[in-house]
């Protein structure tokens, strides 16, 4: 799901990277990359709150590594 998320990303489909990232983050909720690209699509869709929450959950991953 994550590399799905990427491909559709790099592609200019962020409506269904986000989806793709999100069943990555469902799938494996500690998955900080996944938590990241999240973060980083949800901000180019002007949706901070969204974006917000997974930077702070990447961050918390990151930190317990």
Known sequence: AFNLG???EDL???DLA???YERA???DPGYADA???LGCVYESAGKPQ?????LK???????KE
């Open 6 to 8: 990427v491909v559709l």
């Open 12 to 14: 200019g489909r962020a």
């Open 18 to 20: 986000l989806m793709a």
């Open 25 to 27: 983050v469902e799938l």
């Open 35 to 37: 938590h990241y690209n």
């Open 50 to 54: 969204a974006a917000l929450r997974h």
């Open 57 to 63: 959950t990447y961050r918390k991953l990151v930190k």
